[in-house]
T-cell receptor
Framework: AQSVTQPDIHITVSEGASLELRCNYS??????LFWYVQSPGQGLQLLLK??????LVQGIKGFEAEFKRSQSSFNLRKPSVHWSDAAEYFC????????????FGKGTKLSVKP | DAGVIQSPRHEVTEMGQEVTLRCKPI?????LFWYRQTMMRGLELLIY????????DSGMPEDRFSAKMPNASFSTLKIQPSEPRDSAVYFC??????????FGPGTRLLVL
């Protein structure tokens, strides 16, 4: 079945440390891939997206993500986390050839220690 | 750009009452989506419209839920009668063509 998996429900990192949030998908063909961030009490904001081309995608707020076809993964990274990055992060996909509906993972909550 | 606008931001009501959530999409966007977010089920697509026409409402939980889009700049999601299990955050999102979806700030609904 088609699915998006974020295996980590909650991650805690120290401020200044590096971050990697995992996302795996299960689709017949590579879907369009997205990462959204949701700060407490807020809506979802797009961090970055991958449609085709360069597999390393740069986004806002210093985030990047790398598409790895062999691993069906689209992991989100940031070299140095700031306290303001504490939020929930959602990986999402749109199946190619579909009507373009986003399918979301369950989310990963990021906490940042001082 | 004002972004997607939702109202109210918070709603507290009693079981059995009618609830109406409102959404104004970004100008020029021709698709509109309603989502529900709960701790248990995460983000779920309820319904989406394309050019004001409902395309897929398979995510609507039951007949108590209805959605309309009378014009390109306004949509409503109605729950009648409301139940405590409807308590959630409801998001509206809009999109132009097959481009990125942009989300509103959400409506936090609590049904007592």
């Amino acid at each position: 079945a088609q699915s998006v998996t974020q295996p980590d429900i909650h991650i805690t990192v120290s401020e200044g440390a590096s971050l990697e949030l995992r996302c795996n998908y299960s689709y017949g063909a590579t879907p369009y891939l997205f990462w959204y961030v949701q700060s407490p009490g807020q809506g979802l904001q797009l961090l970055l997206k991958y449609f085709s081309g360069d597999t390393l995608v740069q986004g806002i707020k210093g985030f990047e993500a790398e598409f790895k076809r062999s691993q069906s993964s689209f992991n989100l990274r940031k070299p140095s986390v700031h306290w303001s990055d504490a939020a929930e992060y959602f990986c999402a996909v749109v199946a190619r050839g579909s009507q373009g509906n986003l399918i979301f993972g369950k989310g990963t909550k990021l906490s940042v220690k001082p | 750009d004002a972004g997607v606008i939702q109202s109210p931001r918070h709603e507290v009501t009693e079981m059995g009452q009618e609830v109406t959530l409102r959404c104004k999409p970004i100008s020029g966007h021709n698709s509109l989506f309603w989502y529900r977010q709960t701790m248990m089920r995460g983000l779920e697509l309820l319904i989406y419209f394309n050019n004001n026409v409902p395309i897929d409402d398979s995510g609507m939980p039951e007949d108590r839920f209805s959605a309309k889009m009378p014009n390109a700049s306004f949509s409503t999601l109605k729950i009648q009668p409301s139940e405590p299990r409807d308590s959630a955050v409801y998001f509206c999102a809009s999109r132009r063509g097959l481009e990125t979806q942009y989300f509103g700030p959400g409506t936090r609904l609590l049904v007592l």
